[in-house]
């Protein structure tokens, strides 16, 4: 049975009933499949267009099908999700993907947004629902947990005052200049995420829309993935972004 979207849903965002967001799903896990199919068949403004089980799978329904946005877990039977998000770039460079896992891994987190991924949902997780991640994406945000944002802020904490006496090498220099710092406001969303806070909660602190907040995230990982994974958190410390 459908629920209708909420009434407040403005016509002009991504996810309308007579044009709902198409999504991808490829997790090899069957019961997790019909779990997260039965959620985004219960809101009319995301629409199931294909699964597929595999990798192999996966690659063709990305060539077949016309979609917004692929949902796929990291673990296939027969390789790892990083391909797919490698392979989605080129082959449909205008769909977003959101990465699924059974852990929140925190290197792989950063190798699923230098690899071009908008998100990150941990399965089973009590913060946010699939259709909830997929209509952020698509409207040009991004969906991330608090626990996850928390982890990845204490990094850079971390790495901040382990090198804070250590001169940074002329090839170190070079890339961190080329890197983009994050703004005051991008980092006040980060450390709002990071407390807990909702992207509703955030705007409304901060008096600006939930779409603007997702906004605001995806320009982090945006920003964080002009760097390696291995040199993400030292670039971060050295250019002062924390």
């Given at each position: 049975?459908?629920?209708?979207?909420?009434?407040?849903?403005?016509?002009?965002?991504?996810?309308?009933?007579?044009?709902?967001?198409?999504?991808?799903?490829?997790?090899?896990?069957?019961?997790?499949?019909?779990?997260?199919?039965?959620?985004?068949?219960?809101?009319?403004?995301?629409l199931l267009v294909a699964q597929a089980a595999s990798l192999r799978e996966g690659r063709k329904a990305i060539k077949h099908h016309e979609f917004d946005v692929l949902l796929v877990d990291l673990n296939l039977g027969d390789g790892e999700g990083f391909e797919l998000l490698d392979y989605l770039k080129s082959v449909r460079p205008a769909a977003e993907a959101i990465v699924i896992s059974i852990m929140e891994n925190d290197d792989q987190v950063l190798h699923a947004f230098e690899l071009g991924a908008a998100g990150y949902l941990v399965?089973?997780?009590?913060?946010?629902?699939?259709?909830?991640?997929?209509?952020?994406?698509a409207n040009g945000g991004a969906s991330i947990t608090p626990n996850l944002a928390r982890r990845l802020l204490q990094r850079f904490d971390h790495g901040a005052s382990a090198s804070?006496?250590?001169?940074?090498?002329?090839?170190?220099?070079?890339?961190?200049?080329?890197?983009?710092?994050?703004?005051?406001?991008e980092k006040e969303v980060l450390r709002m995420v990071a407390s807990g806070y909702t992207s509703v909660e955030i705007g409304n602190q901060l008096q600006i829309s939930s779409l603007t907040v997702n906004t605001h995230?995806?320009?982090?990982?945006?920003?964080?993935?002009?760097?390696?994974?291995?040199?993400?958190?030292?670039?971060?410390?050295?250019?002062?972004?924390?």
């Open positions: 049975m459908h629920q209708s979207p909420p009434s407040m849903w403005p016509d002009f965002m991504a996810g309308q009933v007579e044009k709902p967001v198409r999504v991808l799903l490829v997790d090899d896990d069957p019961h997790m499949r019909r779990v997260i199919a039965q959620e985004l068949m219960a809101d009319e403004r995301t399965k089973n997780s009590w913060f946010g629902n699939y259709p909830q991640a997929v209509l952020q994406v804070a006496a250590t001169p940074a090498p002329a090839a170190q220099q070079s890339a961190g200049h080329e890197a983009e710092r994050l703004s005051q406001r995230i995806k320009n982090i990982y945006r920003k964080l993935q002009v760097r390696t994974r291995a040199q993400a958190v030292r670039f971060a410390s050295l250019r002062g972004l924390f």
